[in-house]
């Protein structure tokens, strides 16, 4: 069920199954919604009670002139209490994950478990804000297709992106979307802004429930040697790494992610 929680000035849309005892809570990553989390949803919808996050700034959510990475952290806690979930997992895609890991640092007593998912320690810029840099595009200004073009080639597997061209790879609900919902030039620069040089790596620390960072042999927005960073800073973290795939696993290689967070979950 969807429905439309207010905290302070904004609304948050969340989409909740509303059904289990064990929640589990979905963050997306950058410029995209809720929608793109409901294959991970379709995953696991047997076993927990599922909500999917549009954050601040996205999809059906509120969307405010500035915001930072710690509103959204405050906002993830508010929806824990307001939904009063009990025995939460947090789960974040690739911004999403920046999102996870600062909302268990500002507190992790109504967290159990934390999974990250294709993440980094820190940054001055989103990943995406620096790959269009690299290709010579302003994420202001970018259309949705050449963003998509620069991304690709970033985020598959080379066997991945070779089916891809010859029109053999479907990428699914992770990359697909309502066109209405997409953040036009200055939502664009608020979510870019909000990234401005975060570092999640000061307070790993206050870290405290069981952690599990997956990173993908190919990923070249977040590479793998970045979340093995997180996961060393992170006291009893486990890292797992997925061979032959890349920023967008999760169409890649879903029995392999499914796994590999069912035995961390131990469901």
Same mark, same amino acid.
Request: glycine share 8%.
């Given at each position: 069920?969807?429905?439309?929680i207010d905290?302070g000035?904004?609304?948050?849309?969340?989409d909740d199954?509303?059904?289990?005892e064990?929640?589990?809570?979905l963050i997306?990553?950058?410029?995209?919604?809720?929608?793109?989390?409901?294959?991970?949803?379709?995953m696991?919808?047997?076993?927990?009670r599922? *909500?999917t996050v549009?954050?601040r700034?996205?999809?059906?959510?509120?969307r405010?002139?500035e915001?930072?990475?710690?509103?959204?952290?405050r906002?993830?806690?508010e929806i824990i209490?307001?939904?009063?979930?009990?025995?939460?997992?947090?789960?974040?895609?690739?911004m999403?994950?920046?999102? @996870?890991?600062?909302t268990?640092?500002?507190?992790?007593?109504?967290i159990?478990?934390?999974?990250?998912?294709?993440?980094?320690?820190?940054?001055?810029?989103?990943?995406v @804000?620096?790959?269009l840099?690299?290709?010579?595009?302003d994420i202001t200004?970018?259309s949705?297709d050449e963003?998509?073009g620069v991304?690709m080639? @970033?985020s598959?597997?080379?066997?991945s992106?070779?089916?891809?061209?010859?029109?053999?790879?479907d990428?699914g609900d992770?990359?697909k979307?309502?066109e209405s919902?997409?953040?036009?030039? @200055?939502?664009?620069t608020?979510?870019d802004?909000?990234?401005?040089n975060?570092?999640?790596?000061?307070d790993?620390?206050?870290?405290t429930?069981?952690?599990?960072?997956?990173?993908?042999?190919?990923d070249?927005?977040n590479?793998?040697?970045l979340?093995?960073?997180?996961?060393?800073?992170i006291?009893?973290a486990?890292?797992e790494?997925?061979?032959?795939?890349?920023?967008?696993v *999760?169409v890649e290689k879903?029995d392999?992610?499914?796994?590999i967070?069912?035995?961390?979950?131990?469901?």
């Open positions: 069920m969807k429905r439309f905290i000035d904004v609304e948050i849309c969340v199954t509303e059904k289990g064990n929640s589990l809570l997306h990553g950058l410029t995209a919604n809720k929608a793109s989390m409901y294959p991970i949803r379709d696991f919808s047997d076993d927990f599922v *909500i549009d954050v700034g996205h999809g059906e959510s509120t405010p002139k915001y930072s990475i710690d509103d959204h952290a906002d993830i806690h209490s307001r939904l009063e979930l009990e025995h939460v997992t947090v789960l974040g895609y690739s999403g994950s920046y999102i @996870a890991l600062r268990a640092e500002v507190r992790c007593d109504d159990d478990n934390l999974i990250l998912l294709c993440t980094k320690p820190n940054g001055k810029t989103s990943s @804000a620096r790959l840099n690299e290709a010579g595009l200004q970018v949705q963003m998509m991304i080639k @970033a598959l597997a080379p066997d992106l070779e089916k891809l061209s010859k029109g053999e790879f990428l992770l990359v979307g309502d919902l997409e953040l036009n030039e @200055a939502e664009k608020a979510e802004a909000s990234l401005a975060f570092d999640n790596s000061l790993y620390d206050k870290v429930c069981p952690t599990l960072v997956i990173g993908c042999e190919y070249g927005i590479p793998p040697e979340g093995r960073e997180v996961a060393d800073g006291e009893n486990t890292f790494l997925i061979e032959n795939a890349g920023h967008l *999760i879903p392999e992610f499914q796994s967070v069912r035995e961390f979950l131990d469901i």
